[in-house]
Nanobody, 121 residues
Framework: VQLQACGGGLVQAGGSLRLSCAASGRTFSSYNIGWFRQAPGKEREFVAA????????YHADSVKGRFTISRDNAKNTVYLHMNSLKPEDTAVYYCGAQTGWGFQVQQYLYWGQGTLVTVSS
C-alpha cells in the first residue's frame, strides 16, 4: 500500500487543522493506520492509531482530547483532526500502515512522505 499525507500548514496557537492520509491499493481496509510526528532534532513519536474497521482508536496522552483520528475506507483515507493546537505540536506528521496493532515506529511497514505542521505562538 502507498500512503500520501497532506493537509499541513501554518496555523496560530489554538487553531485547527485536518490532516489526510490517502492510500492506494485495494487492501487499504485491511491495514491499521497510525499517525506519528517528528520535530526537528527529535525522534519520531506516536500520535494516534486506528484499526482497520475503525473499531479501535488510541491517542497519545499529549494529544488526547485535542486530536481525533478517523477513517473512511470507501475513500481510502485516514484523517487526523487537530484542535487547540500548541506550538509544541509543530512537527512533520507521517502516516504509517501495519497489519498488527501497536504504537512503535518499527511496527509500521509502510509510510507516507510527511506533511509539515507549524503552530505559531
Amino acid at each position: 500500500v502507498q500512503l500520501q499525507a497532506c493537509g499541513g500548514g501554518l496555523v496560530q496557537a489554538g487553531g485547527s487543522l485536518r490532516l489526510s492520509c490517502a492510500a492506494s491499493g485495494r487492501t487499504f481496509s485491511s491495514y491499521n493506520i497510525g499517525w506519528f510526528r517528528q520535530a526537528p532534532g527529535k525522534e519520531r513519536e506516536f500520535v494516534a492509531a486506528i484499526s482497520w474497521s475503525a473499531g479501535m482508536t488510541y491517542h497519545a496522552d499529549s494529544v488526547k482530547g485535542r486530536f481525533t483520528i478517523s477513517r473512511d475506507n470507501a475513500k481510502n483515507t485516514v484523517y487526523l483532526h487537530m484542535n487547540s493546537l500548541k506550538p509544541e505540536d509543530t512537527a512533520v506528521y507521517y502516516c504509517g500502515a501495519q497489519t498488527g496493532w501497536g504504537f512503535q515506529v518499527q511496527q509500521y511497514l509502510y509510510w507516507g512522505q510527511g506533511t509539515l505542521v507549524t503552530v505559531s505562538s
